[in-house]
């Protein structure tokens, strides 16, 4: 038995024979879907940190990725790779945590940048003494900071 390709239509009381598309119902669907996949997450998270997602840094502590957020604020395309790293809630000092997020920019980022081929323009490194959720203020949890630009495969610090 063949199946009947025709779809029945009705267009303002009026009954009208319609073919499916060439190439399936569902082409229509697909648009819809990358229309809202483009228009509702401009800022979409890309990856989440596993266990191959620790990074060993040069205080000798380590860092677990959380999270990669791409970000478009109009022309500029940002990176926020977001780690967790418990030990800077006992009060751990600036310059050392600095160094590390330099570390982790230069080892880490610019390699997985590469790998899932994004060109931002800037990175923003930053450390969380706990998770916690992207944009959502949680001042009892310690968390540091910085962006870098990137030029010549260099992360440069860049001031806030």
């Known amino acids: 038995m063949a199946l009947d390709p025709v779809i029945k ?24 879907l990358f229309v809202c996949l483009t228009v509702c997450a401009p800022g979409m998270a890309l990856a ?11 205080s ?10 791409q970000e478009n604020l109009g022309e500029a395309l940002i990176a926020r790779f977001r ?7 006992g009060g751990t000092d600036y310059d050392t945590v600095a160094a590390d ?3 982790i920019c ?8 590469a790998d899932i081929d994004m060109h931002p323009t800037q990175v923003i490194i930053s450390l969380s003494a706990a998770e ?29």
């Open 48 to 58: 989440t940190g596993g266990a191959d997602d620790a990074v060993l840094l040069p």
């Open 132 to 160: 916690s959720k992207f944009g959502v203020a949680t001042p009892e949890v310690t968390q540091f900071f910085e962006a870098f630009s990137l030029s010549d495969g260099r992360c440069i610090w860049e001031p806030f």
């Open 101 to 103: 997020m330099e570390n």
């Open 83 to 89: 780690f967790v790293a418990p030990w800077i809630a």
């Open 9 to 32: 239509h009705t267009v303002a009381g009026r009954t009208q024979d319609r073919a499916a598309p060439a190439r399936g119902a569902l082409k229509w669907g697909w648009g819809c």
């Open 106 to 113: 230069q080892t880490y980022a610019l390699g997985r940048l």
């Open 60 to 69: 000798g502590e380590t860092a677990q990725l959380q999270e990669l957020i």
